[in-house]
């Protein structure tokens, strides 16, 4: 894994600028190094030339100096008469003194011969005769010769010059000796290191003098031993004590002898102005770098502090805390980054708080909306079950209000719903309570701290406040309201309990208009038991648990004829007998009716086509919801029926009511178009509790009308209901639609529709809706014709 | 002028002493040349007798000059007990000197002819140079005979006035001074000719 420190910003830039400030050192200390070398070894070897130059013609002057003393003194009268006195200890005492003013280290004087007549003190101290063997073969020169050679291990310059008198009568031999002193006067001179050093051809080198001391001159030795130092070249010398440039020059030498001056200069020695100057940029870049990198640092840490508190900033944001600002000073881009978040956080702060305020009001009422209830409720649920005190909701639907939005207009609707919310509010004067409006007509009472009782008188006080007529553009409009009222813990504890005891108290107070009422269970359908409802609904659509009933319809002017409505029935295995309106509106409202519906058609045709073959005619009518005209596969699977089962068309009749063609007319007329021409018939139930017209129905491809069953029942006592069953049944035969009529339970209503013209009729009077079998042995009993006959006399 | 008449005269008694057993004095005439044939200049001739001659009863003389710093004769040759004055004739003063064992001698720094002349006692080589200029050197061999010689520029030289008798014959060449250029018995009886080649150089 990557190290996490050099992710952060601060982290790469400080190594980012740390590296680059790095480089840049070591580069120029590198190029200042290498330069250095290469000048100095360059300057080393030119100054190193120069010096062998110098050295050459220092000695060559020196050489002749030191002849011409020797001349000099050779041609000194009274050093000739001393040497003609053939007086060895005579000629020994003027070689002393002779040679004493030429500073030479030893005075020879050698006869014609070669040999060797005398010496002065210090040559007889240095020289043996055995070793003076060398000088025998010589023959004094005319002219005279310098050579360096080796004496008793000691390297001399050897001037030899002949003596005259006046003919040669030998040759003094002036030895100079090659000291340190001498090494270091010239060494001045050169301004290098110079050592002597000789060998003989059976010996190793021997450095005779030398200004090198200590480890330099070891290596010399060494490197004259391994004969790394050549005559012209220039030669690197490692010691223990750094690296010398060596270069040599040869020195006349008797035969037999080798003796070179080796001239050297110290790299190291040059190098120091230029290891110093490494050392001080060594460690001038130690102190950038540190300056640079603490700098560096320094900017890294001003750009990603702002960042980070940005950063922190814009989590606050995120967790809804819009207080904070941040603090970043300067007028730099971050500033203005940080003045831009700044407002940012504003704009969100009073976005959100617009928002929070659609998401928890009503904008048409500006009451609480269903989501804040839900909240102010759950706060409520928990603060009362830590006191151990009760609470209480409501539920406030309008009575008759559709019927207001459908008359009057929408807008009246709304200025309806303002004015409640109005009254609501005024009614309630404590600041705890809660008035909301849920959606549509349905308002919410929360009263956080009131049990029953006191619950009661609330809302007594609020249908009264619902009660005084209002006045809404002019219009006069009478509301009332039904109230459901639930108590925690009394009748749950959780929001969902609540609210479905209220509405199920609240539709309890609407069927008895008793204004308002309390949660009652037995009134409660929606127990848990219909939880598992669906699956056992879909288990008796699988096992086929359902069956179909059927109601006879009565022919009123063509008795012979039989019809049927086919009515769906479920026997539970175990719960027996579930009447329809348990299942039926829960199957519109999850869909599942379809499934019932696809089983009623499949069923109905085949005890349609069963009857057909047993030779009883019967037109069957089977309902068809809201849903199932919605689906475009319904003319199709119907048609399937019909061949799968041989059954005539003719004799279904669809039923659909009319809100459910109202839903989407567009849809429904196209479907309801096709089912036609199939060949079957349609029929519009529960005619009379939409709000279609007639005219609009004439457009359809019915055939039949249905009566709602409310109009007819109420026939025999009220005289306006005769009035809308006639008018219907007359515009209806002037449609050319066939009117069957619903809910005749008595004789009277049956008499009544036999003079208002109506062409069937159905209801107890005839029969409940009875399985197959029994509507088989009704048909066969004939009853109604004797029924029928009493009608038309009564 | 006056000193060599006295020679001469001296000679003559000399002559006249020694020559009485003998009937008349022969004259040697001798060409001195090198191996090539060549004659040699300056190279020196004498007869030693058996019997070693007395000493010349007149001191003979003899004079060495110097001329534009060169010593006039280069080659001398004397007899025993010669005096040899050196006179100066350059307007330049000169130092003679000899370290030479036979006689050494010196004349500091003088002008014109030294009031001394120099005695030539010891026979032997006597090499002179003068000591301010280097380049000055004069030969003279001393010899203990009368009867000598030196070449002239053809190698020719004559010996006169010897009395017949047997002798030593030797020649001399200053460029090799330290030997005899060469020893030969010699019969002299009458006058005779005679050639001899020697070596002129120490190497050869």
Not at chain 1, 353 to 374: E, Q, S, V
Not at chain 1, 398 to 419: A, C, T, W
Not at chain 1, 635 to 658: M, N, S, V, W
Not at chain 2, 188 to 193: E, F, G, N
């Amino acid at each position: 894994m990557k190290p996490a420190r050099f992710k952060t910003l601060q982290s790469r830039i400080f190594v980012f600028f740390f590296l680059l400030i790095l480089a840049t050192q070591l580069g120029s200390i590198l190029i200042t190094s290498t330069l250095g070398f290469s000048i100095v070894n360059k300057t080393l070897g030119e100054e190193l030339e120069t010096g062998k130059r110098v050295f050459i013609r220092l000695f060559d002057q020196n050489t002749a100096f030191l002849t011409q003393g020797a001349r000099i003194l050779a041609s000194d009268y009274g050093f000739r008469e001393a040497v003609s006195s053939n007086d060895a200890e005579t000629i020994a005492s003027a070689l002393d003194n002779h040679g004493g003013r030429i500073k030479a280290d030893l005075m020879l004087f050698v006869g014609l011969d070669g040999r060797v007549v005398s010496g002065s003190t210090t040559a007889r101290q240095a020289i043996d005769a055995s070793q003076l063997a060398w000088l025998s073969p010589r023959e004094p020169q005319r002219n005279a010769t310098a050579l360096i050679e080796r004496i008793n291990g000691r390297l001399y310059q050897l001037i030899t010059v002949p003596v005259t008198a006046p003919l040669p009568i030998g040759a003094i031999v002036a030895g100079f000796r090659i000291d340190a002193g001498l090494a270091k006067d010239i060494g001045k001179i050169t301004n290098t290191d110079v050592s002597y050093v000789s060998k003989e051809t059976d010996t190793g080198w021997a450095v005779h003098a030398s200004t090198l001391s200590g480890a330099p001159l070891e290596a010399l030795s060494q490197a004259l031993d391994t004969d790394r130092i050549t005559t012209d070249a220039i030669t690197d010398v490692s010691t223990g004590s750094g690296v010398y440039l060596s270069l040599r020059t040869r020195l006349p030498s008797p035969g037999g002898q080798e003796s070179v001056a080796v001239l050297q200069k110290s790299l190291d020695r040059s190098l120091a102005p230029f290891r110093d100057l490494r050392d001080k940029l060594l460690m001038l870049g130690a102190l950038g770098l540190l300056v640079s990198g603490l700098s560096s640092l320094a900017i890294a840490r001003s750009v990603t502090r702002p960042i980070k508190a940005l950063a922190e900033f814009a989590q606050k944001i995120a967790q809804g805390d819009y207080s904070g600002k941040p603090v970043i000073t300067g007028q730099n881009e971050i500033a203005d980054l940080a003045n831009a978040f700044d407002h940012m956080s504003t704009e969100i702060a009073s976005r959100e708080a617009h928002i929070l305020d659609l998401a928890y009001r009503d904008t048409l009422t500006g009451l609480p909306n269903r989501a804040m209830f839900h909240d102010r409720l759950q706060q409520a649920i928990h603060t009362a079950r830590r006191l151990g005190k009760p609470l209480t909701i409501m539920l406030i639907g309008l009575d008759r209000f559709k019927y207001v939005n459908d008359s009057l207009g929408h807008h009246i609707g709304d200025l309806l719903l303002k004015e409640v919310a109005r009254r609501l509010q005024d009614a309630l004067r404590r600041g705890a309570d809660t008035v909301a409006r849920l959606g549509g007509d349905e308002f919410a009472v929360l009263l956080p701290t009131d049990d029953m009782g006191s619950a009661h008188k609330v809302a007594r006080s609020l249908l009264d406040a619902l009660e005084k007529s209002m006045t809404l553009d002019d219009q006069i409009v009478d509301v009332r309201g039904s109230i459901g009222i639930a108590s925690a813990p009394l009748h749950g504890e959780d929001i969902t309990t609540l609210l479905r005891c209220a509405d199920v108290a609240m539709h309890q107070a609407k069927r008895n208009s008793s204004g308002y009422a309390e949660y009652d269970a037995r009134f409660d359908h929606n127990t848990l038991a219909r939880l598992s409802l669906m699956s056992e609904l879909r288990e008796a659509v699988e096992h086929d648990h359902l069956t179909l009933f059927y109601q006879p319809k009565v022919d009123l002017k063509d008795s012979e004829a039989h019809s049927a409505e086919a009515l769906v029935r479920w026997i539970h295995p175990e719960r027996g007998f579930i009447p329809p309106n348990d299942f039926i509106p829960f199957a519109e409202q999850t869909g599942y009716i379809r499934a019932i519906t696809t089983w009623v058609l499949n069923e109905g045709v085949r005890q349609c086509a069963e009857w057909a073959r047993m030779g009883l005619e019967v037109n069957i009518s089977i309902n068809i919801s809201a849903r199932d005209l919605m689906n475009a596969d319904l003319p199709d699977y119907f048609t399937g029926l019909l061949k799968q089962h041989g059954c005539d068309a003719q004799r279904i009749c669809l039923e659909i009511t009319e809100s459910a063609i109202l839903d989407d007319p567009g849809h429904a007329l196209e479907n309801l178009q096709r089912l036609d021409a199939i060949g079957c018939r349609l029929s519009i139930d529960d005619y009379g509790t939409g709000y279609s017209s007639l005219a609009y129905l004439k457009r359809l491809p019915v055939s039949e009308l249905k009566i709602d069953r409310s109009f007819v029942q109420n026939m025999a006592s009220d005289p306006n209901d005769v009035v809308i069953v006639r008018s219907t049944i007359d515009l209806a035969h002037n449609l050319g639609l066939h009117v069957v009529a619903e809910g005749v339970e008595n004789e009277a209503i049956l008499s009544q529709l036999c003079l208002l013209g109506c062409d069937q009729a159905q209801g107890y009077l005839f029969s409940r809706p009875v399985s197959a079998a029994d509507f088989h042995a009704w048909v066969q009993a004939k009853t109604w014709k004797e029924q029928l006959r009493l009608a038309r006399q009564a | 002028m006056k000193c060599s008449q006295k020679g001469f005269i001296m000679a003559l008694l000399l002559h006249a002493m020694t020559g009485w057993s003998h009937t008349q004095a022969a004259t040697l005439t001798l060409q001195v040349t090198s191996a090539s044939g060549t004659g040699i200049e300056d190279a020196v001739v004498y007869l030693m007798p058996g019997k070693p001659p007395g000493r010349p009863v007149q001191t003979p003389t003899a004079r060495i000059d110097q001329i534009n710093k060169e010593f006039v004769p280069l080659v001398s040759v004397v007899q025993t007990g010669t005096r040899i004055s050196f006179p100066n004739k350059d307007n330049i003063r000169h130092h003679v000197y000899s370290f030479s064992a036979a006689k050494k001698f010196e004349i500091k720094l003088y002008a014109d002819t030294p009031s001394k002349p120099i005695l030539f006692d010891t026979a032997g080589y006597v090499v002179m140079g003068c000591n301010i200029h280097d380049h000055m050197i004069a030969h003279l061999l001393v010899v203990d005979t009368p009867y000598f010689a030196k070449t002239d520029a053809n190698g020719m030289l004559r010996i006169a006035d010897v009395p017949p008798g047997d002798y030593s014959l030797i020649a001399w060449y200053y460029m090799r001074p330290d030997r005899n250029a060469l020893v030969m018995p010699l019969s002299l009886k009458a006058d005779m000719t005679q050639a001899i080649s020697i070596r002129t150089r120490s190497s050869d």
